[in-house]
């Protein structure tokens, strides 16, 4: 039985109708806003107290109200040529956006009482994202709007709060068409928290943390403190991570005030992703003896370094980025924060070898931040794709010239303290590469990056390789970073002072899980009557390559840094090569599918990067009625450098990697095979020509039963977990069967719900969160999420000539 750790969560106030938790006994709460009511549609009146909400849809935030659908052609339809990907003639793109129904102004209202507030108090209003423009009203008066729908904003609410009463707080949102590359979501995605604390208190985000100084010896933590009030005096206790405390200090020196701090931690055990440690400081704010705030910061123990000719070294060790981007959204989810579902790509990812993410193109939620701290993952955090200079419409360059300096100290200020971030991202394929205007806009950000946060370096995420190289543009950044462009790496290198090239968007190749095409050949732009890209991942784009290009570079350019593979998972839009075909309404390029099922490729990748644990693949399946005596090419992901293939007993011969291409550098390829149904056999030897392992492919008999595979059999009873249960199809004998798309229906009794399925199929048009979809060449994932009791949860899944199978969950 699989359990997912049940370790206790932080302890947080829920806020229904009234706030009872808060007590005076406490310096400092913190309240997350989860139930709210909800209307889609313009009002002039919402904001106001007496508002009649009663017939508004009751939600629980994080929401995203465009995931439910329904698909739609026309939603956000755009003609538009996609400069970046070198269009010149403007064509209709149906799906660039996901063709879900984002676009529109929408309401939020909840209500809560503060019955311990006490005059003297600070009360501030946190959201985490909200897409976007929100403007918010607390008892019928606007207390403050922000524009980035992917930033963090607060409000001091202290004056407009009503003690002892009910307090109404709405939230207006307005997302306009041709705003979004990709599907961006809609509403209050991420967290809505209330902070009440004393006037004298830590500042919102007032904790900077870093560790200028490293040895095996002693680390040395530096701590500055913001706060407000007079005569006050700080005591700091760093824990380790059993809780033992390990250094301590206390200062009533403050200046401007801030405090500073300098502790030494002896014997450091530092964070990496092998070995992600983390410390916490525990920071108490007292007036005389009176303890007036205390608040706790998660940190860890790292020296990160960049240096030409020699690289990226991370606590004294070169290495290099072994990336993936990843879009927001968390497929059938929409954009709603999950920490279930961040979880789960992380594992995911994890098990394929990488250890960096690119937030691509957007701010990172909290969340995701905290499981990279957690799990072990470096990350670069991104700030915008539009700078002043648009690519669409009504995108960012709207606001850039106004908020973009508060948008990047907001992101700063509120992720600073997280060590997996390791540099920053001040844009990505902006317009503005070209010129001297630009120029001065890249540095003005970095300027602000270095002043906010003098630790980490800068990059962009340049397409246009060598505008940047005649302009200066990549000459000033801290790591020239380049999308793609193999070809003017060397370029690039040699004309950048940094020594050192960042690849920090790359391959971009595309495919369909389990579906393959003939021939096998090399494919730029590949389209088919499907709307299906082939899984032998030979397919890209015009402006893209293939993952061995990128494999090259990494182990023959000691100053190629790394690489941020585009995508880990499928996002919803972008449906590239098919942005001009219908249905097609998400993203090929993922290594994973939107379902979170693993494609051919994520074992390529594995192969390459997961250096502590076996890949023995085969492809494709053995599946092919009608193709008897063709050419079926037979390839093997492996770490192995050779192995012998067999079909039925006979062999096709031993294949090893060798450098007569990019491909047989990283792949072992049978091209000339014939298909006979019966069993694939592939025998991997080691270093030494012995035999090491194993693995066999079966031509499936006729569908018999269905298989649920839960990725947990416990969850957590906090009425957000989940379990993401697999459903495939297999033979009598137990063989997967790789060909059926049949229609299943799900229903979930006991203490859950039905949360959601996919199957993903980039031109299904089935919405997620009905109990019905069609397996996607035998395969879908049913989430089933927890309640708030503790006991049993049924998933039963039916179809039409299959017997009814169910799993049993538990919710503790």
Request: aromatic share 12%; proline share 5%; charged share 25%.
């Amino acid at each position: 039985m699989t359990i997912r750790s049940l370790l206790p969560p932080i302890f947080l106030f829920i806020i229904c109708l009234y706030l009872a938790p808060f007590a005076s006994a406490q310096i400092r709460t913190e309240a997350e806003l989860t139930n709210w009511k909800f209307q889609k549609g313009p009002s002039d009146v919402a904001s106001e107290v007496g508002f009649n909400d009663k017939k508004w849809q009751t939600v629980t935030v994080p929401h995203d109200w465009a995931i439910y659908g329904p698909f739609d052609k026309e939603i956000d339809k755009q003609v538009v040529a996609i400069t970046q990907n070198g269009e010149k003639v403007a064509s209709e793109k149906t799906g660039r956006t996901g063709a879900l129904p984002y676009i529109g102004e929408g309401w939020y209202r909840t209500s809560f009482t503060l019955p311990k507030y006490k005059a003297g108090q600070k009360v501030l209003v946190v959201f985490e994202g909200a897409m976007s423009e929100p403007k918010v009203f607390l008892n019928g008066k606007k207390v403050g709007e922000w524009n980035y729908g992917y930033n963090y904003f607060y409000f001091d609410i202290t004056n407009t709060i009503l003690a002892g009463k009910s307090n109404l707080l709405a939230v207006q949102l307005n997302n306009k068409g041709l705003s979004s590359r990709w599907y961006p979501g809609a509403g209050l995605y991420r967290k809505v928290r209330i902070i009440v604390k004393n006037e004298e208190s830590v500042d919102q985000w007032g904790i900077n943390v870093t560790t200028p100084f490293i040895s095996a010896e002693v680390a040395k933590v530096n701590i500055k403190t913001k706060v407000s009030g007079e005569k006050l005096r700080l005591q700091t206790i760093i824990l380790n991570a059993l809780g033992d405390t390990v250094a301590s200090d206390e200062t009533k020196a403050v200046f401007g005030k801030q405090f500073e701090q300098n502790i030494a931690v002896s014997t450091p055990q530092l964070w990496s992703p092998e070995t992600p440690y983390l410390y916490r400081a525990v920071i108490r704010l007292y007036e005389g003896d009176v303890l007036k705030d205390e608040t706790t910061t998660r940190f860890g123990i790292r020296e990160i370094k960049y240096e030409a000719s020699v690289g990226f070294s991370l606590n004294g060790k070169v290495r290099k980025f072994k990336g993936v981007c990843l879009h927001h959204d968390l497929g059938p989810l929409g954009t709603a924060i999950n920490v279930a579902a961040l979880r789960r790509q992380l594992v995911i990812l994890k098990d394929m070898g990488v250890d960096a993410i690119r937030s691509a193109h957007n701010m990172p939620s909290i969340e995701q931040l905290e499981l990279c701290d957690e799990m072990g993952f470096m990350f670069l955090a991104e700030s915008f794709d539009e700078w002043a200079k648009p690519k669409v419409k009504n995108g960012y360059n709207r606001f850039f010239d106004t908020d973009a300096e508060k948008d990047v100290v907001n992101l700063i200020h509120a992720t600073r303290n997280h060590p997996s971030i390791v540099m920053w991202s001040s844009g990505n394929e902006v317009p503005d590469q070209f010129g001297a205007e630009g120029v001065k806009r890249a540095k003005w950000l970095q300027d602000i990056f270095h002043r906010e946060d003098p630790t980490r370096p800068v990059t962009v995420g340049m397409d246009q390789v060598k505008a940047t190289m005649a302009s200066g543009f990549g000459a000033l950044l801290d790591v020239p970073g380049l999308n793609y462009r193999t070809h003017l790496y060397e370029d690039a290198y040699k004309a950048f002072p940094q020594g050192m090239i960042l690849g920090s968007e790359t391959a971009s190749t595309v495919s369909s899980r389990g579906v393959y095409k003939f021939p096998v050949v090399k494919g730029v732009e590949k389209q088919y009557p499907d709307f299906q890209s082939s899984s032998y991942d030979l397919e890209y784009c015009s402006w893209s390559n293939l993952p061995e290009d990128d494999f090259i570079l990494e182990d023959t350019k000691p100053w190629v840094i790394g690489q941020f593979v585009w995508t880990g998972f499928d996002y919803l839009g972008e449906p590239t090569p098919y942005d001009d075909k219908w249905p097609a309404r998400s993203s090929y390029f993922g290594m994973v599918d939107l379902a979170g099922i693993p494609k051919d490729r994520f074992y390529l990748y594995r192969s390459k990067w997961n250096t502590n644990s076996e890949t023995l693949h085969i492809l494709p399946h053995w599946n092919w009625e009608g193709r008897e005596g063709q050419i079926t090419p037979v390839f093997v992901y492996t770490n192995y450098d050779s192995a012998e293939l067999f079909i039925n007993g006979k062999s096709m011969g031993v294949k090893k990697k060798t450098d007569e291409s990019a491909q047989s550098k990283y792949r072992l390829m049978w091209m000339d095979v014939k298909y006979t149904p019966g069993t694939l056999k592939v025998v991997a030897f080691d270093k030494n020509g012995n035999k090491a392992s194993e693995k066999t492919v079966v031509t499936a008999g006729k569908p018999h039963k269905l298989v649920l595979d839960p990725d947990c059999t416990v969850i957590k009873a906090d009425g957000k977990d989940l379990s993401f249960v697999t459903v495939s199809v297999v033979d009598e004998k137990g063989n997967p069967c790789p060909n059926v798309n049949d229609q299943l229906k799900f229903n979930v009794t006991g203490k859950g719900t039905f949360r959601a399925v996919c199957n993903g199929d980039a031109t299904s048009l089935e919405q997620f969160h009905l109990p019905t979809m069609k397996l996607f060449n035998g395969k879908l994932v049913v989430l089933v999420q927890s309640g708030t009791a503790a006991g049993d949860i049924n998933l039963s899944v039916s179809g039409k000539g299959f017997k009814t199978e169910r799993v049993l969950l538990q919710a503790q």
